[in-house]
């Protein structure tokens, strides 16, 4: 399905925030959708400067999550990417997993959290609006992931996960996930 800013704004909007900063990064969302009639990267590594990501969150029956180790970021992070030109970001959270994972799987039809950040890493840093999505799937599901993107991939329980190695606000979404 093709999506515009009109999609992503209805998307956002059915986000229940799970706490001040997310209100805050939802708000600040909405108002940059309001204000552009764009929202993809058209130009690596950050053309525009604010673009549209979708994170894809794999989870196994027991709450541990698998996070891939991000050769550009330098951080554990969940799968995913940016939403291309008029896609959809769920539609993007499919193609991203089946890409950097090597899963035919459907993530949660809508996403659970939302963030915006400044990215960091060996390329020239920008802003993600970030949609993380929820995979509900067996750990023990092969994976061929992209060795091209990640150092390798992990299954970590809550307990493991090292938050100084991971996206800032994993954290803040691990706690929204376990409600």
């Given at each position: 399905?093709?999506?515009?800013?009109?999609?992503?704004?209805?998307?956002?909007?059915?986000?229940?925030?799970?706490?001040?900063?997310?209100?805050?990064?939802?708000?600040?969302?909405?108002?940059?959708?309001?204000?552009?009639?764009?929202?993809?990267?058209?130009?690596?590594?950050?053309?525009?400067?604010?673009?549209?990501?979708?994170?894809?969150?794999?989870?196994?029956?027991?709450?541990?999550?698998?996070?891939?180790?991000?050769?550009?970021?330098?951080?554990?992070?969940?799968?995913?990417?940016?939403?291309?030109?008029?896609?959809?970001?769920?539609?993007?959270?499919?193609?991203?997993?089946?890409?950097?994972?090597?899963?035919?799987?459907?993530?949660?039809?809508a996403p659970l959290f939302l963030t915006v950040t400044r990215t960091v890493g060996i390329d020239s840093g920008h802003t993600d609006v970030s949609l993380w999505y929820v995979l509900h799937c067996d750990r023990n599901q092969p994976l061929t992931p992209d060795r091209g993107e990640?150092?390798?991939?992990?299954?970590?329980?809550?307990?493991?996960?090292?938050?100084?190695?991971?996206?800032?606000?994993?954290?803040?979404?691990?706690?929204?996930?376990?409600?």
């Open positions: 399905m093709l999506a515009g800013v009109g999609i992503v704004q209805k998307i956002v909007t059915g986000i229940e925030p799970g706490d001040t900063l997310e209100a805050e990064h939802r708000s600040q969302t909405l108002e940059w959708l309001a204000s552009t009639d764009d929202v993809f990267r058209r130009v690596k590594p950050a053309e525009p400067d604010q673009h549209l990501v979708s994170y894809v969150v794999p989870v196994d029956a027991d709450g541990n999550v698998l996070l891939v180790d991000h050769i550009n970021a330098g951080l554990w992070l969940p799968p995913g990417g940016h939403v291309e030109p008029g896609e959809d970001p769920h539609d993007t959270a499919v193609r991203e997993v089946a890409e950097e994972l090597g899963l035919t799987a459907t993530p949660d039809e990640f150092h390798r991939v992990r299954w970590w329980s809550p307990a493991e996960i090292e938050p100084a190695r991971c996206d800032p606000h994993f954290p803040r979404f691990l706690r929204k996930l376990r409600g």
